[in-house]
T-cell receptor, first 114, second 119 residues
């Protein structure tokens, strides 16, 4: 099935640096979501975006819903060791509580060097 | 907040056998979903399960291979039938939760997953 184009595939950064990752799609999604998955765990929701152009923050995380509804980015400021993990973007055709399953990106592996 | 649990958390199975995975939520939910995550890969939607109706399967997934039950608003099962090594994956359920029940957004939240290895 369709997948979102997520980049970068992996990132090696120093603690304290800012991180940026993005997702693009050839088709429109009405909801964009960002999840983090730690080893042995299910994905944990970080941020949900429901309106084109929307910019939403959750602590050190900021995400934006692209104006064309075909892309989104996630920024993490001042990274800390517990930010290590795999970050997934996901798109949903429905808007806010829709009945659709999610289409996922391939993930960004974030590795923080001490 | 809502709690989503899955059983078993992991299993090792022989090819040709079947495994039934359970997903339990401590709140009533309308929509439940089942995903597969192959080793080192992203998540792929298998099917959508509404209480009281047949599950809706995505392209590439069929009911004979992945039968799903949804007997009530807090429970669902996914069976992986006639398993082969290619079925080795993490199987995850997710539920659509309203704002405030498990977080600040009305959207999908995931269980911890079931790690399946088929020999």
């Amino acid at each position: 099935g369709q997948q979102l184009n997520q980049s970068p595939q992996s990132m090696f950064i120093q603690e304290g640096e800012d991180v940026s990752m993005n997702c693009t799609s050839s088709s429109i999604f009405n909801t964009w979501l960002w999840y983090k998955q730690d080893p042995g765990e299910g994905p944990v929701l970080l941020i949900a975006l429901y309106k084109a152009g929307e910019l939403t923050s959750n602590g050190r995380l900021t995400a934006q819903f692209g104006i064309t509804r075909k892309d989104s980015f996630l920024n993490i400021s001042a990274s800390i060791p517990s930010d290590v993990g795999i970050y997934f973007c996901a798109g949903q055709r429905g808007s806010g509580g829709g009945a659709d399953g999610l289409t996922f990106g391939k993930g960004t592996h974030l590795i923080i060097q001490p | 907040s809502a709690v989503i649990s899955q059983k078993p958390s992991r299993d090792i199975c022989q090819r040709g056998t079947s495994l039934t995975i359970q997903c339990q939520v401590d709140s009533q939910v309308t929509m439940m979903f089942w995903y597969r995550q192959q080793p080192g890969q992203s998540l792929t939607l298998i099917a959508t399960a509404n209480q009281g109706s047949e599950a809706t399967y995505e392209s590439g997934f069929v009911i004979d291979k992945f039968p799903i039950s949804r007997p009530n608003l807090t429970f669902s099962t996914l069976t992986v039938s006639n398993m082969s090594p290619e079925d080795s994956s993490i199987y995850l359920c997710s539920v659509e939760l309203p704002e405030g029940l498990a977080g600040v957004w009305e959207t999908q939240y995931f269980g911890p997953g079931t790690r399946l290895l088929v020999l």
